[in-house]
Structure formats: structure tokens, C-alpha cells
């Protein structure tokens, strides 16, 4: 069974640091590229972050752009997201994705084929 399960997630202080993990399981995603998106309560899944599959290309949404950092790790099947200077707006489930397109980080969730069940990240002011 395919699977991606993301930790990490937790309460934090504004201005605060959470690294998130996503590790998969079932099959290689070696060659997949890999998106981080988040949902807020009553609002749209977002782009937040993605890498393409050896790291070589990396995208961010505008808010994540200078605080967020994606890597990956291909020997563990493991992507990261390095959050720092949290603010209370980060709060949100925020999910992995995989897309099987090894060099497209796509921004809408269509493209992606799988995902993890989310962690939450909650910052406190």
C-alpha cells in the first residue's frame, strides 16, 4: 500500500521554527516530485511549497517565500519543510503531495497522485 505520512506538526509561538517530514512507503518517489500544501478551516487546499524530484528545482508560494525551505532526502523517500518565522496565518493541515511528473511542481492539487493524511501546525500570537 502506498503511503505518505507527514510529521512535524505542532503549536508554536509566532516567530517560532517546525520542521515538517513526509515519508513514503509502499513505493519509490525517487523520481516523483514533491509538493507541500496546507488548508486553513473554511478555506481552499494551497501551495505552499515543491521540489522537483532530485532537488534541482524548488517553487514557493509567495507567502512561504523566505521563511519556508523544501528538501529532500531520496535515500530515505523523505521530503522536508523547514518553516521558520512562523506566523499565526501559517495555522493550517499541511499536507504532502506526490506527482509522478519528476520535473513539474505544480501549483493546483490536480496533478498530484497521492497524499499524505496532514499534520497540523497551529501558531499562536
Known amino acids: 500500500q502506498v503511503q505518505l505520512v507527514e510529521s512535524g506538526g505542532g503549536l508554536v509561538q509566532a516567530g517560532g521554527s517546525l520542521r515538517l517530514s513526509c515519508t513514503a512507503s509502499?513505493?519509490?518517489?525517487?523520481?516523483?516530485?514533491m509538493g507541500w500544501f496546507r488548508q486553513a478551516p473554511g478555506k481552499e487546499r494551497e501551495f505552499v511549497a515543491g521540489?522537483?524530484?532530485?532537488?534541482?528545482?524548488?517553487s514557493y508560494a509567495d507567502s512561504a517565500k523566505g521563511r519556508f525551505t523544501i528538501s529532500r532526502d531520496n535515500a530515505k523517500n523523505t521530503v522536508f519543510l523547514q518553516m521558520n518565522s512562523l506566523k499565526p496565518e501559517d495555522t493550517a493541515v499541511y499536507y504532502c503531495a506526490a506527482d509522478a511528473d519528476p520535473w513539474g511542481i505544480h501549483t493546483t492539487k490536480d496533478p498530484y497522485d497521492y497524499w499524505g493524511q496532514g499534520t497540523q501546525v497551529t501558531v499562536s500570537s
Open positions: 509502499g513505493r519509490s518517489f525517487r523520481t516523483d516530485s
Open positions: 521540489i522537483s524530484w532530485n532537488g534541482g528545482r524548488t
